[in-house]
Nanobody, 123 residues
Framework: QVQLVESGGGMVQPGGSLRLACTPSGSTFTTYHMAWFRQTPGNEPEFLASITRTGGNSWYGDNMKGRLAISRDNAKNTIFLQMDNLRPEDTAIYHC????????????????WGQGTQVTVSS
């Protein structure tokens, strides 16, 4: 069974940066389009960024636009989310998602969903 495992979260001061990583286990990584979402308690997951299987195209949501960079290293079976100039309102659980056929901006469009990594932005 394929599982997505996120890492790289933690606590950071406002203005700081974090680099999140996501690795699928038990599957061929290059068959999946990948995405990042974030979620806060009581709210729906919020789309952040997505990237195609080859990494040739990527898209970003509006909320953190200009402060994010999504990338993937297929040789290492890992995708990354570089987050800069973090703000307290960016505090959330960050999830990666994967699907073999489509890219979208809703959780329901993805076959696989990771358990997430906590990001806390606080002074």
């Amino acid at each position: 069974q394929v599982q997505l495992v996120e890492s790289g979260g933690g606590m950071v001061q406002p203005g700081g940066s974090l680099r999140l990583a996501c690795t699928p286990s038990g599957s061929t990584f290059t068959t999946y389009h990948m995405a990042w979402f974030r979620q806060t308690p009581g709210n729906e997951p919020e789309f952040l960024a997505s990237i195609t299987r080859t990494g040739g195209n990527s898209w970003y949501g509006d909320n953190m636009k200009g402060r994010l960079a999504i990338s993937r290293d297929n040789a290492k079976n890992t995708i990354f989310l570089q987050m800069d100039n973090l703000r307290p309102e960016d505090t959330a659980i960050y999830h990666c998602a994967a699907d073999p056929r489509q890219l979208g901006r809703r959780q329901a469009e993805y076959q696989l969903w990771g358990q997430g990594t906590q990001v806390t932005v606080s002074s």
